[in-house]
């Protein structure tokens, strides 16, 4: 880390000491670091991890036009039934476990040859607020 970031060795051992104190990092002899949380784990509702990443990891990522090579923004749409909804939840978690096993596959290579890489995936039932103004109520239908 001190080789990549403008950190000074005292600074980075004081970040990674904070982090072993909230529970989330191991810091071995020989300033190495062992991860005490799953790559793929959740976060907590209304917790500080998502609450920070609201705030700020989202904007910054989403700071981008997505018009590169290797950048992509998907959106895709549709109507589920509650068992199709809970099927494409169990594919996205999925999905991160994937993330995780090709970042310990990676673990292995030269810094230089790694890239940080940022997944992020987002699901909600959903109707866009212009078709909801026009949605019809039951008593509209029944007059029909």
């Given at each position: 880390?001190?080789?990549?970031?403008?950190?000074?060795?005292?600074?980075?051992?004081?970040?990674?000491?904070?982090?072993?104190?909230?529970?989330?990092?191991?810091?071995?002899?020989?300033?190495?670091?062992?991860?005490?949380?799953?790559?793929?784990?959740?976060?907590?509702?209304?917790?500080?991890?998502?609450?920070?990443?609201?705030?700020?990891?989202?904007?910054?990522?989403?700071?981008?036009?997505f018009d590169v090579a290797d950048e992509t923004l998907d959106f895709a749409h549709g109507m589920l039934t509650k068992a199709a909804y809970a099927q494409l939840q169990v594919e996205m978690h999925r999905l991160r476990g994937k993330l995780a096993a090709l970042h310990s596959e990676s673990l292995s290579a030269p810094l230089s040859e790694k890239r940080g890489t940022a997944l992020l995936l987002a699901m909600r039932v959903r109707e866009p607020q212009a078709f909801r103004k026009l949605k019809r109520t039951v008593a509209d239908r029944g007059q029909e």
């Open positions: 880390m001190v080789s990549a970031y403008h950190l000074s060795k005292a600074e980075c051992i004081k970040h990674l000491l904070v982090l072993e104190r909230m529970g989330l990092a191991d810091l071995k002899p020989g300033n190495r670091i062992r991860l005490l949380v799953a790559r793929d784990f959740d976060w907590l509702p209304d917790g500080p991890i998502r609450h920070f990443f609201v705030q700020r990891g989202l904007p910054d990522f989403m700071a981008s036009r």
